[in-house]
């Protein structure tokens, strides 16, 4: 099946710093990227949908000025947790789409801990 | 609005079956996706319907009433390593030319000797 990559795999950031979280399809193109969050023992939470070349779409409740996404190419989207605080501490998870297919391919997660 | 419903937590033991339902209100229906997650891990696809009726992978099978907004997943055989939380989630919506997921709160399931 297709991969997704994420790094940092694991992150512990001071309150009020910027983290950069990178999502690599590795062996196909991706258009689309989708961001998730999931607090413990809860569901995936969709954040955004970012798009190759255009703006991200953001769910509702999502603050896209915290939270930038970029997708450069078609195999690199960035979240980008802006001046982040205890709060934002979670499991961040992206995922892709292969074209034509039904699956969504999950990166392994991103671990963020503010202190 | 968006709902889907799933039991919170299940236990079963090794080598018996289990059944974990699904129950789904959503805007749109573009076919519903079972995800198995280990704690700490992505989750990795089990299953997509998208018709009703049964679909079945070696130990694993998913039903779908479009109906009845229902499903459920099935495993039979069970195995320890089959521990782990069952996502849920129902393809609605539309977003960058993607349907977007919408996930359940997902079922943790205990196998036990």
């Known amino acids: 099946g297709a991969v997704v990559s994420q790094h940092p795999s694991r992150v512990i950031c001071k309150s009020g710093t910027s983290v950069k979280i990178e999502c690599r399809s590795l062996d196909f193109q991706a258009t689309t990227m989708f961001w998730y969050r999931q607090f413990p023992k809860q569901s995936l939470m969709l954040m955004a949908t970012?798009?190759?070349?255009?703006?991200?779409?953001?769910e509702q409740g999502v603050e896209k000025d915290k939270f930038l996404i970029n997708h450069a190419s078609l195999t690199l989207s960035t979240l980008t947790v802006t001046s982040a605080h205890p709060e934002d501490s979670s499991f961040y998870i992206c995922?892709?789409?292969?074209?034509?297919?039904?699956?969504?391919?999950f990166g392994p997660g991103t671990r963020l801990t503010v202190l | 609005g968006q709902n889907i419903d799933q039991p919170t937590e299940m236990t079963a033991t090794e080598g018996a079956i289990v059944q974990i339902n699904c129950t789904y209100q959503?805007?749109?229906?573009?076919?519903l996706f079972w995800y198995q997650q280990h704690a700490g891990e992505a989750p990795t696809f089990l299953s997509y319907?998208?018709?009703?009726g049964l679909e079945e992978k070696g130990r694993f099978s998913s039903f779908l009433s479009r109906s009845k907004g229902y499903s459920y997943l099935l495993l039979k055989e069970l195995q320890m390593k089959d521990s782990a939380s069952y996502l849920c989630a129902v393809r609605s919506g539309f977003s960058g030319g993607y349907n977007k997921l919408i996930f359940g709160a997902g079922t943790r399931l205990a196998v036990h000797p």
């Open positions: 959503t805007s749109g229906f573009n076919g």
């Open positions: 970012s798009n190759e070349g255009s703006k991200a779409t953001y």
């Open positions: 319907n998208v018709l009703d």
């Open positions: 995922s892709a789409p292969r074209r034509g297919g039904n699956e969504q391919f």
